[in-house]
């Protein structure tokens, strides 16, 4: 027999110890639900690469919602699916007051009055382009986009959105968000920023869900490089400075090193984006039989968590909440 001084597997001995001893864990509260609306009637249609995740239109989400709102979940970030004959290079649809987003956060805010509602602000689902900014020469062009992001931010606090989500990555949006937020009166409106968002080949289901890919070149000149951290520090730096309330990481499981980097850095609540590509891996796995999907779904938001996460967007929102209700 070894005389060890430490044995750490005494902490591991039982369940109740290794309860006791845990040092993150998940809860319903730290989720934010990401959801797909369209235009039309009566329509809950699957997206293929995100096996349970659906595009609703406005009469379906309502009643989705319900069943969300059941299980605990107390906030959703909405993304609009628009058909191609609505779009055009200035995203111009998305300022209009009746659009079907815009119909939707107020239907949504009216039914459900203390469902935290997040919104996405970019030009891509508007865009004839495919690109989250409005394109010129084949270039993204930065200021007059803001200026677009600004109106669009204005209009969705309106229809009564609680939290701005510019996802779009241009450069000095966030300070122009909040400075417009505050001329027309919306001083309690959050931002929350996607500030290290990464050019990533795991937004691929997204863009099935939203018809959004871009219709030449890639996101590089404005998302990040996959390689880069230093840059991310950049980004949070500029952001917390400008007035971000949140500040996101996305994707998160290639990614936990920036989420830490942010957490140990600003002293505002860091969020993880769990992307579609990441829902999408582990979905299609697991229906093969080759990983055990729940207990996979589960590690990998621990790790985001673990990190540093104090907030966690994903797809798996229901399905967690289902297993945390279960205790
Ligand atoms: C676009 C946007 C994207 C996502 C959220 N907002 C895709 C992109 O940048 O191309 C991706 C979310 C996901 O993959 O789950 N503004």
Known sequence: ??????????????????????????????????????????????IKSMPGIFRYSLDTLLIELKEVQSLGIKSICLFP??????????????????????????????????????????????????????????????????????????????????????????????????????????TDVSIMAYTAKYASAFYGPFRDALDSAPKFGDKKTYQMNPA???????????????????????????????????????NIPISAYNVSGEYAMIKAASQNGWIDGDKAMMEMLLSMKRAGADIILSYFAKEVAVILNEG
């Open 1 to 46: 027999m070894q005389i060890l001084q430490r044995r750490p597997r005494r902490n591991r001995l039982n369940a109740g110890i290794r309860a006791m001893v845990q040092e993150t864990s998940l809860q319903i509260a730290d989720f934010i639900f990401p959801m797909f609306v369209m235009e039309g009637q009566g329509i809950k249609s699957e």
């Open 228 to 266: 880069n951290i230093k840059e991310a520090l950049l980004e949070a730096q500029l952001d917390f400075e400008e007035g971000a309330d949140i500040m996101m990481v996305k994707p998160a499981f290639s990614y936990l090193d920036v989420i830490k980097a942010l957490k140990d850095n600003f």
């Open 81 to 186: 699916n628009y058909p191609e004959s609505k779009k055009d290079k200035y995203g111009s649809e998305s300022l209009l007051p009746e659009t079907l987003y815009l119909r939707a956060l107020s239907e949504v805010k009216s039914k459900f009055p203390d469902l935290v509602i997040m919104t996405d602000v970019a030009l891509d689902p508007y865009s004839s382009d495919g690109h989250d900014g409005v394109v010129e020469n084949g270039k993204i062009i930065n200021d007059e986009t803001v200026e677009i992001l600004t109106n669009m931010s204005i209009a969705q606090a309106k229809a009564g959105a609680d939290i701005i989500g510019p996802s779009d990555m241009m450069d000095g949006r966030v300070g122009a968000i909040r400075k417009g937020l505050d001329r027309a009166g919306f």
